[in-house]
């Protein structure tokens, strides 16, 4: 059993747990609980190795079994350090740590998410779950944009990480693949037409800008439309997540509409 925070595993993980920079250099990231461990090992994602505690439960306990007949490397830590180590008020008794995999793009590009400069780890896991839920094929991220694998966003995804291509790209990158695949690019925004007058059933690439400052210029300069939310009543804006959430579901009710 691992009681010691000296431990290699246990540095290495408090590393990737606080860093992009690590992560990015270590080609690792940390998910935590059941649930997520059992999305990646369902989606054949590589494990590197898995900690847990004494407090796994018996779902747990044979993900366990399975990750093990696999021949992955796991070990048992002591609570505190379970605790120590967990991002969430209730720790599930189980971190794996995994190499990144890179899905694959669809060569036939029809609907794509650009999350640009969203900062909120909450928001952008918003986003991605909604992107994977309305059945976006590929989430680019600017420059500006908060890590898609930093902890927090990994759990507000729920999953979503291991089914939707999710790239970095600087934006000269994104143009590309957007006049590749022959995209409209639509850009959130309060002063733009409204989502119910407009034909989303055209092949698109949808832009959220972030919380604070919305989004950048060189997003402003890529679109080729804005588009808004209607709204009743005095409400200034819905947050990110919300918004891009509202407007991709949007698309799939024009698409079933066909």
């Known amino acids: 059993m691992i009681t010691s925070n000296q431990n290699s ?6 590393a990737l747990l606080g860093r992009a920079k690590e992560r990015r250099e270590a080609g690792m990231f940390v998910v935590e609980g059941v649930r997520l461990s059992e999305e990646a090992e369902t989606g054949d994602w590589r494990f590197q190795f898995v900690l847990y505690d004494d407090s796994l439960n018996d779902r747990g306990k044979t993900l366990l079994k399975r990750l093990e007949s696999r021949g992955i490397e796991m070990e048992k830590i002591s609570p505190n350090l379970m605790n120590s180590l967990s991002d969430t008020e209730s720790p599930q008794g189980i971190l794996s740590v995994l190499q990144f995999s890179s899905l694959p793009i669809s060569s036939l590009l029809n609907f794509i998410l650009i999350p640009d400069q969203i900062r909120d780890p909450g928001n952008l896991g918003t986003l991605l779950r909604s992107a994977a839920a309305t059945g976006v094929q590929a989430v680019l991220l600017p420059p500006e944009t908060t890590d898609a694998f930093a902890p927090k966003v990994v759990r507000a995804g729920m999953g979503a990480h291991f089914r939707l291509p999710i790239r970095e790209m600087g934006w000269e990158e994104i143009s590309e693949v957007g006049k590749l695949a022959g995209l409209q690019v639509f850009i959130a925004d309060m002063d733009g037409k409204s ?5 989303l059933r055209q092949p698109l690439a949808l832009i959220i800008g972030g ?18 939310i209607p709204m009743v009543g005095n409400v200034e804006s819905l947050n990110a997540g919300v918004a891009g959430s509202v407007l991709m579901f949007e698309v799939v009710r024009q698409r079933s509409n066909v």
Request: proline share 0%; glycine share 4%.
């Open 211 to 228: 919380e604070a400052e919305g989004a950048s210029e060189e997003a402003r300069k890529l679109a080729t439309q804005k588009i808004s």
């Open 9 to 14: 595993k246990i540095k290495l993980v408090r």
């Open 195 to 199: 989502c119910w007058e407009i034909d």
